[in-house]
Every structure is written in structure tokens, then in C-alpha cells.
């Protein structure tokens, strides 16, 4: 099945896009809500900072092999390119459409979310939260069919304005003279279930740096992908894991682990503390401006990868159509009506779950699929390499392993699921190769 012509992606993105894109895509409100939680599990000032270090290095040693596998094959999709390059159609069928499952998902969440938020600056909206949510989706909906340019520009601007807040609140909270012995407090002794705090805070810590390859899904459209996604993955890597830990570091600093243990909103204790009464009105504002960037990203992803399924033969031919201003218009629609239904539905908090496990598989093939095409295709013009390899793969494959290891324990129910979904993609995967002569896109 041939690529329709004319339905081609504009190459216009620059690495103003992919930093934002990388930050906009990942930083969301987890890093406002699970300081709290993490005191509570693991008590411990260095333990906890450690936590973040870890989750920040898990990506900057992940960015290497993404950044090789984007430069090498820059398609619209993303990771799923990688694995049917290296294990063939069914692995790739089977990663991109865990990949669309994940991110189609995430919108209706999000949504609702920012409805929640601003019902609380404004209680007299409080009965329309639906109805905000719905509105929400349907102006980014308008703003990107208005094509790439207007989501760039719109991803840009937030991600700045993210950036500028969450900077605000830590300087503030460094600026508060306070009793640091008394702040920066901790158990001397470790708890017998520390382990498990400690892995349960990994996984929590894991979820909030999700996102943090959101560029590679836009290779197709960067004006020069060999270099500026290199550049975004390490530069939007580094800037993410500052903000996490300066943010931390910073929420400490004016609040006792033992007070903030199992808070279920830390930065706002904090930001009580700084500005007083008005602190926690700051923390929403911030939170809205988070969510409304990471919003627009999610918005643009999954009709990338619908986009590239649908040009691989992995979905319908419309898929693929492109309007004038390069966005995959339909599959936009498609992925706009999941996200409508789930917001009307209320449907989307157990999927959202399953999405945690989908992603974990995603990102192992895909470190793995590094591993297999330097093996397989070493003569492969790779404009970047990935420093440390093998190891930093290895690494990445192990912790990814251990992560999915670590949900399947405490999420049975969802494991279940996972099975069964992925045994269904194989007879699905069987009836599309059937409907397409068993013609692929390589």
C-alpha cells in the first residue's frame, strides 16, 4: 500500500518546538502532587532527592537510543517505526497501537482535569465541569486543524509560561529563611518496608517523567531532525530533571517531610507558606498552565501515530489524508471522538491505568529494537550515535522490565487486561494483512 500523494507532512518544526514539545509533553501536575506522597512512603531527604535523581537519569540514558532510532528512521509514529524495523510487522503493529491506545487516551483525561481545576478558582462553575471539558477539547480541536504551525506555536508559549511559573515557586521557596534543620528532617533509621516505599516511589516518579520522547513522534515534520532532535531529548531531559529536583529540593526547604508526609497536594503547602492564603490559588494557576501545554501536546501525538499506522497499511487509508495546514486531519477526528466519548462516558480512569502498563512495553521493544538493528543493520546511516552502547540500552531494558514486573504485582486486574489486549492484536494484525494483499509499507 502506496503513500497518498499530496498527503505529506509540512516540515516546518525547529528544536524551539522540541524542547517544548518535551517539556510540555512531561511535566504535568504529578510533580505538584507526588512530593507528598513519596515523604510518606520513603521519609528519608536523601532517599527521596535520590528517587528523582534516578527517574532523570533513567531518561537522559534513554534520550541516547531514541535519539539514534528518530535520526536514522524519521517517521511520524515514533517508537513503533523502531520495532517494526527491527522485529518486523507484528511487533510493529502490536507497539503502535499500544502507542495510540496510551495517547489517545490521555486528552479526555486531561481535559477534565484542567475542568476540575478551574471549578475551584471559580466554584460557580462547579456544575459544568462536563461541559468545560467537552469546550476544551473542542478548541484545540479548531486550533489544530488550523495545522502544525498553530500547535507549535501554541506548545511554545505554554511550555515558556510552565517554565516561568514553576521557576517562580522555587526561587520563592529558597528565598523563605526558615529553620532548615528543622525543614530538611528525616528518619535516621530506615523502615522495614522501605524497599517497597522506595520501588512504589519509583513507579510514581516514572509516571511523571512520561512523555519525555514526545519529539520523536514529530521527526517527519522537523526541518532538520539529525540535529535538533538529538539537541531536544538532552536539553528538554536535562531542563525536566532540574525543575523535578529543584522543585523538591525547594518544597523541602519550607516544609517538614513529617508534615508533608501523604500530602495530597505538596506544592500548594508549600506555596502557602511562601505567599500565604493566595498559595494555593498560585499552585492551580500553575497547574492549569501545565495541564493546558501538556494538553496541546497530547492533542498532536496520537493522530501522528494514527497517521503512520494508517500509511503503513496498520489502519485505514484515510488515516493518512493531510490537510493544507499538515495535520492528519482525519485521523485527528478519530482520535478527537475517543477522547469526546471517554470524557462523556467517564470511562477513561481504568483505561488510564492500562495505559501505565502499555507504555512500559512500548518503551522495552523499543530499547530493544536499538540493540537488534545495531546488530542487524550496522552499515545503517546513523546521523547519531547513542554513547555507552551497548550498556545505556541494557540499563534502560532492565529498569523497563522491572517496571512492568513491579505493576503486574500490585495491578493483577490490569495485567489481565494487557494479556488479552495483546492477544487480540495478533488475529486483528492477521485480518488487516489479509484486507491490504499482505502489502506493507517497509
Not at 527517574?55 to 517517521?75: C, D, I, N, Q, R
Not at 504551525?149 to 522555587?170: D, E, M, R, W
Not at 501525538?301 to 496498520?314: A, E
Not at 523497563?400 to 488475529?427: E, K, M
Amino acid at each position: 500500500m502506496q503513500e497518498n500523494a499530496g498527503n505529506e507532512l509540512k516540515k516546518v518544526l525547529g528544536i524551539g518546538f522540541g524542547i517544548a514539545v518535551m517539556i510540555g509533553g512531561t511535566i504535568g501536575v504529578g510533580i505538584l502532587r507526588t512530593p507528598g506522597t513519596i515523604a510518606g512512603l520513603v521519609g528519608n531527604y536523601w532517599l527521596i532527592i535520590l528517587c528523582w535523581v534516578i527517574g532523570g537519569t533513567y531518561v537522559l540514558l534513554g534520550a541516547g537510543p531514541f535519539a539514534e532510532m528518530a535520526t536514522m528512521m524519521p517517521k511520524a509514529g515514533g517508537p513503533y517505526n523502531y520495532v517494526k524495523r527491527a522485529f518486523g510487522e507484528y511487533a510493529g503493529f502490536l507497539a503502535g497501537w499500544f502507542d495510540y491506545i496510551v495517547n489517545a487516551i490521555a486528552p479526555s483525561y486531561f481535559c477534565i482535569v484542567i475542568s476540575e481545576y478551574v471549578a475551584l478558582l471559580f466554584p460557580v462553575l462547579k456544575d459544568f465541569q462536563a461541559t468545560m471539558a467537552v469546550g476544551f477539547l473542542l478548541v484545540l480541536v479548531l486550533l489544530h486543524a488550523g495545522g502544525i504551525k498553530n500547535g507549535s506555536i501554541a506548545q511554545q508559549v505554554t511550555s515558556i509560561l510552565k517554565v516561568v511559573f514553576f521557576s517562580a515557586l522555587i526561587v520563592s521557596c529558597f528565598m523563605v529563611k526558615v529553620d532548615t534543620t528543622h525543614a530538611i528532617q528525616h528518619s535516621t533509621v530506615l523502615k522495614s518496608g522501605i524497599l517497597i516505599g522506595f520501588l512504589r516511589s519509583m513507579q510514581m516518579i516514572t509516571g511523571t517523567y512520561d512523555g519525555w520522547w514526545s519529539v520523536c513522534f514529530f521527526a517527519e515534520e522537523d526541518k532538520n531532525p539529525s540535529k535538533n532532535i538529538p539537541r531536544s531529548l538532552f536539553t528538554g531531559g536535562i531542563m525536566v530533571t532540574a525543575i523535578y529536583i529543584l522543585l523538591n529540593l525547594a518544597i523541602f526547604h519550607v516544609v517538614p517531610i513529617s508534615t508533608l508526609a501523604n500530602s495530597s497536594l505538596a506544592a500548594s503547602d508549600a506555596a502557602t507558606v511562601v505567599f500565604g492564603p493566595s498559595g494555593g490559588t498560585f499552585v492551580i494557576v500553575l497547574a492549569i498552565v501545565s495541564l493546558i501545554s501538556i494538553l496541546n501536546a497530547y492533542m498532536m501525538i496520537p493522530s501522528r501515530i494514527l497517521f503512520g499506522l494508517s500509511r503503513d497499511g496498520f489502519f485505514v487509508k484515510q488515516g493518512a489524508i493531510v490537510n493544507r495546514g499538515g495535520t492528519p486531519m482525519v485521523a485527528l477526528i478519530i482520535s478527537s471522538i475517543i477522547s469526546l466519548i471517554l470524557i462523556l462516558g467517564g470511562t477513561f480512569e481504568q483505561l488510564f491505568t492500562l495505559a501505565s502498563f502499555m507504555v512500559v512495553v512500548v518503551m522495552g521493544l523499543s530499547f530493544a529494537a536499538h540493540i537488534k538493528l545495531r546488530v542487524s543493520e550496522p552499515d545503517m546511516p546513523r546521523p547519531y550515535r547513542a554513547w555507552g552502547y551497548p550498556w545505556t540500552s541494557i540499563i534502560v531494558i532492565l529498569i523497563s522490565v522491572a517496571l512492568f514486573i513491579g505493576f503486574a504485582i500490585g495491578d493483577r486486574y490490569n495485567l489481565i487486561l494487557i494479556l488479552i489486549t495483546g492477544a487480540v492484536t495478533y488475529p486483528a494484525y492477521l485480518l488487516v494483512k489479509k484486507r491490504n494483499g499482505q502489502r506493507f509499507v517497509g
